[in-house]
């Protein structure tokens, strides 16, 4: 009898651990682009595990698992954003009009040659906490703008407002960095 | 000519226009090449960026980041075992709240019959010596055993009045003479 339970604690904590080694970078990077730095970062991906994993009914399967943990994580980063309200705002007038060019020559091109991911940094910080969020969902998370609203708990229009303005400031640093 | 704006542009390129603005800024791309590649620009940013999202911070130190998260939440789901979880707040019943005030009204309708109604509830007084009352045909004295009554038969139903020191006055009028006799009962 004890042996049984003594499985079940070793299988619920192997489970655990799969569970983490496989999503804590993803997790890690999807939260640190929404908030913009690694202490917060790391604080919220520890926050968002612990939540997750006091379901363990819910991590048996593991794409579903995956899924329901990065929505975990960017409710979590978004709750994070909202509590403190940060504000760091940028007018999109205030940036530098692109210059075209070439295609061979373009800006993104340069950035990802140079391999700095700091300009990515200060890309997304140029964008409002929302701004970025929204971006980050929609952009890199891929998901869909009604999804995107429901995270942020805001109607449709607004989310696609933040995506077009987050989008047009993002074009325009990367343009800008090549003068 | 006239060009969409930058917001439109931006989310044409991610697909996040709707079905009639998607179909007019479509066909103003098949004729205006500066926006073509304006869209163009939008889409490489984007790449740019998921491209960029699945690398690190410059400098930051990955095995040791996590070998740190994953100890901090092993403790954490540890602590949370130690504590025991707070009980949820009931789920507010839809019935409650007009339970408790049906509750309330047969509580008030009880208390009102209790307070107006008939006493039959109420523990009879027991008065152990005589009793002087007014009844419909004079005033009587009642005592354990029997009954006195000041009647006068010639007369209709007499007017008793009752006096603050404790006295009784019936006043009789007889129906054909028209005297008026009046009797006073004291009690002592």
Redesign the interface.
Known sequence: MKDAADTAVQDSQEL?SRF??DN??RI??QI??IVGN?DDA?DL???A??KA??HQEQIRDAQKAAHWLSRIASNTAIDFLRRHARVSSCDIDSLAE?I?GP?ED?P?EM??RTE???Y??DGLRLLTERERAA??L???EGLP?EEVAARLRCSKATV??H???A??K??RY??GRRR | MKHPRDEKLALFAGGDLGVLERWRVSRHLRCCDGCRAEVARFRRAAAVLSGEADRLPAGLKWERLAAEMTGNIRVGLAAGQCVPPVAAPRPELGWARPAALVAALTIVILGGWFLQGPRMLMPQRVVAGPVLEATPAGVEVKASRGALTLLNTRAASPAVYVSAPGSLRARFVDSETGQVTINNVYAE
């Open positions: 655990q983490i080694a804590l970078r890690f990077l640190y682009r690694v790391q991906t520890q926050e595990f612990i994993l006091q692109p075209a295609d373009s993104e950035v990802l700095h991911s700091e990515l940094r971006l980050i929609r952009d890199v703008a696609r407002s995506i077009a303005n989008r047009i993002f074009r990367l343009e």
